[in-house]
């Protein structure tokens, strides 16, 4: 059941455009993961569960970036990296007729990860082949570069290797067009958008908050986070109000004070 002030900020949610949500890693079982970026099967199943009670469609990342009118509650749910554990988030949406995009670092494929992440799940990532089923279920596959570097600290170079090289190896994986990117870490700037678009993606994700298309940019799309901490009524919030800091005690302060900004007139001092 959904607390009061969760309930309260749903019913005026979506009217600001989509958004979007970051996962990485499920873990089986209902325990709160270690790692900050993992959330376990139960608070996943939990939490589309919510969303679809509460009115959100999901969508990919490639229809946020298209022409196509989008539902008034639109929510992308992602994936990054693209480990072996998130086949059971396939069968969780498949079972609800949900869909979300997965964000792939191909030099990985079907491998360990070759970089370094303190914490991370232990396996491998996703196959090839599972990628193509993924695709076969309605999900969307994008990249997440070859190796996970911190792309604006490379050369042009090296930066637009990392774009169109993993673009073409996941094309031969799936066998379908990939035009979706995340950038890795968060991070980016204008040359790094630049080369995205050179590389022929259109649409790329980032990990600024607010509202998914508030930039008018469909390569410069904003993301939330869900955390390993995170409740169902917390992603609730986010949803509705497009930011990370959703905890019920900043909410409340955050209300107190917009309340008190309007009976006090202006000038005035509490």
């Known amino acids: 059941m959904t607390d009061p002030l969760t309930s309260w900020l749903q019913r005026g949610a979506g009217h600001q455009g989509p958004v979007a949500l970051m996962y990485h890693s499920v873990r089986r079982g209902s325990g709160r993961p270690d790692w900050p970026w993992a959330v376990s099967r139960a608070r996943l199943r939990d939490q589309l569960d919510a969303l679809r009670d509460h009115g959100w469609h999901t969508v990919t990342v490639a229809e946020l970036a298209g022409t196509a009118p989008l539902p008034a509650r639109a929510v992308a749910i992602t994936f990054d990296d693209g480990y072996v554990d998130n086949l ?42 599972e990628l193509r089923d993924m695709t076969a279920a309605g999900m969307c596959i994008g990249s997440h570069t070859v190796t996970h570097p911190r792309l604006t600290e490379l050369a042009d170079a090296d930066l637009e290797r990392e774009l169109s090289g993993s673009r073409d190896m996941l094309q031969q994986a799936v066998g379908d067009a990939v035009d979706t990117l995340a950038y890795p870490y968060g991070l980016w700037d204008e040359r790094c958008v630049a080369a995205a678009r050179a590389a022929g993606y259109r649409a790329a994700i980032t990990t600024r908050t607010g509202w998914a298309l508030r930039d008018g940019d469909a390569l410069r799309i904003r993301r939330l986070t869900v955390f390993n901490e995170d409740t169902t009524a917390s992603v609730l919030r986010k949803v509705a109000l497009a930011t990370n800091d959703a905890g019920t005690g900043r909410l409340l302060g955050r209300m107190l004070r917009q309340l008190g900004r309007r009976i006090l007139p202006a000038g005035s001092a509490a």
């Not at 498949?94 to 970089?115: D, N």
């Open 88 to 129: 059971d988030a396939v069968e969780d949406l498949a079972e609800r007729g949900q869909r979300a995009s997965w964000f792939i670092v191909s030099g990985s494929i079907g491998r360990m990860p070759a970089w370094s992440d303190p914490g991370r799940p232990d396996g491998r990532l996703l196959s090839a082949a």
